[in-house]
């Protein structure tokens, strides 16, 4: 009974952390400083059921978007939020503090990849052929690095976080 009461209180503080992390995105910050692409992550590490990872995940998202407002291409980003957690989910065992860095590159990289062609597909600042594909992808780097920022910074604290709570509960 113990043992279930441990998995029940690590998966409330696992579920707390990612609603705070998400609903952080209420705070005014620089663009693209948020911590989506860490809570796609770090949601594939702390749940064990992929379908507990997106649930959480797109309620967190939807949570925060109806505060800050819905906009064309959102389905872009969640798409690619969900995408990065079916990935991530896939090799939540390899997840730790060396790989962490390289994860939050490659979380950033699928969601720059796949919101930004999103944007590029909805919006009418682009030609709808390579060249206004390519424009896009180019005009949005500056974007990118604070996203990979971002990315990397809210990961290893939500990791830190996990292990703190782990080791302070066990």
């Given at each position: 009974?113990?043992?279930?009461?441990?998995?029940?209180?690590?998966?409330?503080?696992?579920?707390?952390?990612?609603?705070?992390?998400?609903?952080?995105?209420?705070?005014?910050?620089?663009?693209?400083?948020t911590p989506i692409i860490a809570v796609a992550i770090m949601s594939s590490f702390?749940?064990?059921?992929?379908?507990?990872?997106?649930?959480?995940?797109?309620?967190?998202?939807?949570?925060?978007?109806?505060?800050?407002?819905?906009?064309?291409?959102?389905?872009?980003?969640?798409?690619?939020?969900?995408?990065?957690?079916?990935?991530?989910?896939?090799?939540?065992?390899?997840?730790?503090?060396?790989?962490?860095?390289?994860?939050?590159?490659?979380?950033?990289?699928?969601?720059?990849?796949?919101?930004?062609?999103?944007?590029?597909?909805?919006?009418?600042?682009?030609?709808?052929?390579?060249?206004?594909?390519?424009?896009?992808?180019?005009?949005?780097i500056p974007f990118f690095k604070n996203t990979l920022i971002?990315?990397?910074?809210?990961?290893?604290?939500?990791?830190?976080?996990?292990?703190?709570?782990?080791?302070?509960?066990?």
């Amino acid at each position: 009974m113990q043992n279930l009461s441990k998995l029940y209180n690590k998966e409330i503080f696992s579920i707390s952390l990612i609603f705070v992390l998400a609903l952080s995105r209420l705070i005014p910050h620089p663009p693209n400083i948020t911590p989506i692409i860490a809570v796609a992550i770090m949601s594939s590490f702390f749940f064990k059921n992929i379908y507990l990872s997106i649930v959480v995940l797109l309620t967190s998202m939807f949570l925060a978007d109806i505060f800050i407002g819905f906009y064309d291409g959102i389905f872009f980003t969640y798409i690619s939020l969900v995408l990065i957690t079916f990935v991530f989910f896939k090799i939540n065992n390899k997840i730790n503090i060396k790989s962490l860095f390289i994860f939050g590159f490659f979380g950033s990289l699928i969601f720059y990849l796949v919101s930004n062609f999103g944007f590029w597909l909805v919006s009418d600042i682009y030609e709808k052929n390579i060249n206004g594909l390519i424009t896009c992808y180019i005009l949005a780097i500056p974007f990118f690095k604070n996203t990979l920022i971002s990315t990397i910074v809210f990961s290893y604290a939500a990791f830190f976080a996990n292990n703190f709570y782990s080791k302070k509960t066990a």
